[in-house]
């Protein structure tokens, strides 16, 4: 068993998320004390994810049916997990009953890649490790960095180097889908590494420091609210009213 093993079993998926609130982001450039290139996807309770044409009629609803985002995402995540667990039993039936999944350094439970929170939220933490030296072989590596994409014109585009630095700061207020590579791992212990290949950030917010939103700032909106045509974008006063507490 061991690191041999692994070369025999390999699990992986790619999945992109719906939409969600972007934290703790260190995507442009890793994190400076683990060398991760990491995100956590916090989803709302309230939020909603609008199927795709090929989801919609494999579902058999109508086009543009829409669902709970964190019941969409936990019933992918839950499957994939199913498939996994499946696939070590199907690879090694003799070993059925003692597959243990990674157990955490803190608190000795297995390790949490994703979880609802108290208030109802899903969060998903990413990470994917900037450069290192390969276990299987002591090989150096350099990993690839994940991708951002923007909407222009009614198409997904690549966004250049230039244009991702702009991302190298983001507040937890930004909202963004982030595609996943996941992949299972067999070694003394199962578990997944749940990796960052890209984002798209629907809507940015810089992160400055500090005090964030008009709340936190002491600003409310008074009865008279100033006309649409005033706001660029409207509809995003309504997204962006996260509290302190998100912090």
Not at 38 to 64: F, I, N, W, Y
Not at 124 to 129: H, L
Not at 168 to 183: A, F, L, Q
Request: proline content about 6%; aromatic content about 12%; glycine content about 8%.
């Amino acid at each position: 068993k061991g690191l041999n093993q692994m070369a025999d079993f390999k699990f992986e998926k790619n999945l992109t998320t719906c939409r969600g609130y972007l934290k703790y982001c260190w995507l442009v450039k890793p994190d400076d004390k683990y060398n991760n290139y990491q995100a956590t996807l916090v989803v709302k309770p309230d939020m909603e994810h609008t199927l795709s044409e090929k989801e919609c009629r494999e579902r058999g609803v109508p086009s543009g049916t829409k669902v709970n985002s964190v019941e969409y995402m936990c019933d992918l995540l839950l499957n994939i997990k199913q498939e996994f667990q499946d696939a070590l039993i199907e690879a090694y039936p003799q070993r059925k009953g003692q597959f243990k999944w990674q157990p955490s350094v803190k608190t000795g439970k297995p390790v949490e890649y994703w979880r609802i929170e108290e208030d109802g939220s899903l969060s998903i933490r990413f990470k994917k490790v900037a450069s290192g030296v390969r276990k299987k072989d002591g090989e150096k590596f350099t990993s690839t960095p994940p991708k951002f994409f923007k909407q222009e014109n009614g198409l997904m585009v690549l966004c250049t180097d230039e244009e991702k630095q702009k991302y190298d700061k983001i507040s937890p207020e930004s909202i963004g889908e982030i595609n996943m590579r996941i992949v299972g791992y067999d070694y003394d212990y199962i578990g997944f590494k749940l990796e960052p290949s890209a984002i798209c950030v629907r809507h940015f917010v810089p992160y400055v420091g500090g005090m964030q939103t008009a709340e936190e700032f002491g600003f409310e909106p008074e009865k008279e609210a100033a006309t649409p045509s005033s706001w660029e974008e409207p509809q995003e006063t309504k997204v962006g009213s996260a509290t302190g507490g998100d912090f």
